[in-house]
């Protein structure tokens, strides 16, 4: 089994930046394909970013592309994402997902049904 621990959110300023890390453990992350999520208050949670197995491919929600990178230390079994120029919109909860793959390296996946494990989750605030 696999655990997911999220790390690196807070409150930053309108126009700043952070950089979330999802650690993995259990499981080599080198045989997943990840993403990351996030669930405002009363809203449903939303893909953000998404990068293959082999790290090759990534994949944006519009909303976010331009600002936010997401990447990935096979050896230090985590998965990043930088979020630059936030806007107070971005406030949420901010979750990343493992899904084990076997044969398409190269795909990326933006349904959070398509994920197998989550992360609890790290809040991330932009507010002045």
């Known amino acids: 089994q696999v655990q997911l621990v999220e790390s690196g959110g807070g409150l930053v300023q309108p126009g700043g930046s952070l950089r979330l890390s999802c650690d993995v453990s259990g499981r080599t992350l080198s045989i997943y394909a990840m993403g990351w999520f996030r669930q405002a208050p009363g809203k449903e949670r939303e893909f953000v970013a998404a990068?293959?197995?082999?790290?090759?491919?990534?994949d944006y929600a519009d909303s976010v592309k331009g600002r936010f990178t997401i990447s990935r230390d096979n050896a230090k079994q985590t998965v990043y994402l930088q979020m630059n120029s936030l806007k107070p919109e971005d406030t949420a909860v901010y979750h990343c997902a493992a899904k084990e793959i076997r044969y398409l390296i190269g795909a990326t996946y933006s349904r959070p049904n398509e994920y197998d494990d989550w992360g609890q989750g790290t809040q991330v605030t932009v507010s002045s």
């Open positions: 990068i293959s197995r082999g790290g090759s491919s990534t």
